[in-house]
């Protein structure tokens, strides 16, 4: 049963304003698809429009509910060992427990002091400066499935931004360049505060986060296949690597095939994240882990 984080704001200002941030470019962009881009791409001229038109607003519409649903997932679901119960018997003699002196506890292996948080974290992967929490073993799903469809709804609204903007634009100029590249200067500076403008700027920042995403989907697919953090990766060890399909169920629950559907399908993650298993213990690939 997944437990909800108590504070979820995040404390430090700039962590603050990149939250707002996302959670204000991600409708903003939405409405801009299906409000703007879409009437004007699909207007009725040609056979079929009108089909394509509701087609592509359901699809962008289900990719958006996953975007945004995978991401308060991220959010909301604690990955902290605040709530566990340690017996400190056992943990003392177990190999990769270890003293947190900020937290005064004994922390289990994996799990690291993150000082944002204020709290060691299982599994911890990383802090996360766009949601201001960290990401760790119990919200890695979402994180990831986060990650999946930004990059999905990303490349879905480059396409179409990409035929409106420049089906827009009468002749090219290089200052056309110079408003994708640097859209916000121009909007703030009062150089051009015209809607278009506003339309160069989420082209651009459709173009930004596709590639941030892809990047990033990239960098965690690596990771999560193998069973490591990026902490472990730059110390180079791999211990927890059992072979595909339970790194895969170690990362995304037992359900990870499903979880692509819907953000709410529940995917129940083979343990409580404290004791993991090492290669020798999975000998052979496929192993049930229990
Ligand atoms: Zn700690
Ligand atoms: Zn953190």
């Given at each position: 049963m997944l437990r909800f984080r108590d504070?979820?704001?995040?404390?430090i200002l700039s962590e603050l304003v990149a939250l707002g941030f996302v959670f204000f470019i991600i409708p903003a962009i939405y409405i801009f698809e299906l409000a703007v881009v879409l009437p004007a791409v699909y207007d009725?001229?040609?056979?079929?429009d009108k089909f394509w038109f509701y087609f592509h607003s359901v699809c962008g519409t289900y990719v958006m509910f996953n975007v945004v649903g995978n991401l308060i997932g991220v959010i909301l679901v604690d990955t902290s060992v605040k709530h566990l119960i340690v017996d400190t018997k056992m943990a003392s003699s177990s190999a990769g427990w270890h003293y947190c002196s900020f937290c005064e506890t004994l922390s289990p292996p994996r799990s690291w002091h993150c000082s944002q948080c204020n709290t060691c974290i299982l599994k911890r992967e990383h802090h996360c400066g766009f949601t201001g929490c960290c990401i760790g073993y119990n919200n890695f799903r979402f994180f990831y499935l986060f990650l999946a469809y930004l990059f999905l709804a990303t490349i879905y609204a480059t396409y179409f931004n990409h035929y409106y903007i420049w089906s827009q634009v009468i002749e090219f100029e290089w200052s056309h360049i110079l408003r994708i590249v640097m859209p916000l200067t121009i909007l703030f500076f009062g150089i051009d505060t015209s809607f278009t403008q506003l339309y160069f700027f989420y082209y651009s920042i459709t173009m930004i986060g596709c590639c941030f995403s892809g990047v990033l989907l990239y960098q965690q697919s690596n990771l999560a296949f193998f069973n490591q953090t990026s902490w472990e990766r730059d110390k180079g060890?791999?211990?927890?690597?059992?072979g595909v399909m339970h790194n895969i169920r170690d990362a995304l629950g037992r359900r990870w095939h499903l979880i692509w559907l819907c953000p709410f399908l529940q995917s129940p993650l083979p343990?409580?994240?404290?004791k993991w298993m090492t290669r020798d213990q999975v000998p052979l690939e496929g192993t049930k882990n229990k």
């Open positions: 504070r979820v704001l995040p404390k009725g001229k040609k056979e079929f060890t791999n211990d927890h690597d059992c343990h409580k994240g404290i």
